[in-house]
């Protein structure tokens, strides 16, 4: 299970538009670097990141070796509507991870 950090406002009035944070912890080994006996370490990273606001995707991003670890991630998004927002990190090795917040429009 990783390990992440989320900052959505718990509310927003409609039509503002809102800051939303990720970070999730996360090696992102390249699979370039050598292991003490000089073979390449497995490659294991975050590929893709997506954000649905109600099964509609309103933000998403493919990784690549290059990103550091733990990416993190910020964007921003007009609030019309309360809602709930779901977070999904995928990667190597069958890797998924999802996590969701509620967003109160007044």
């Known amino acids: 299970m990783a390990r992440t950090l989320i900052r ?46 109600d099964n509609r995707l309103v933000f998403e991003a493919m990784l690549h070796s290059a990103i550091a670890a733990n990416p993190y991630l910020t964007f921003t998004l007009r609030a019309e509507a309360s809602g709930v927002l779901a977070f999904a990190w995928d990667g190597d090795h069958d890797f998924r991870h999802v996590e969701t917040r509620a967003l109160t429009v007044t």
Request: charged share 25%; aromatic share 6%; net charge positive.
């Open 8 to 53: 959505v406002p718990a509310t927003a009035t409609r039509g503002e538009v809102i800051e939303i944070r990720t970070l999730i912890q996360h090696p992102m080994e390249t699979g370039y670097r050598p292991d003490a006996a000089g073979r390449l370490l497995v490659r294991d990273i975050i590929t893709r990141f997506t954000c649905h606001f």
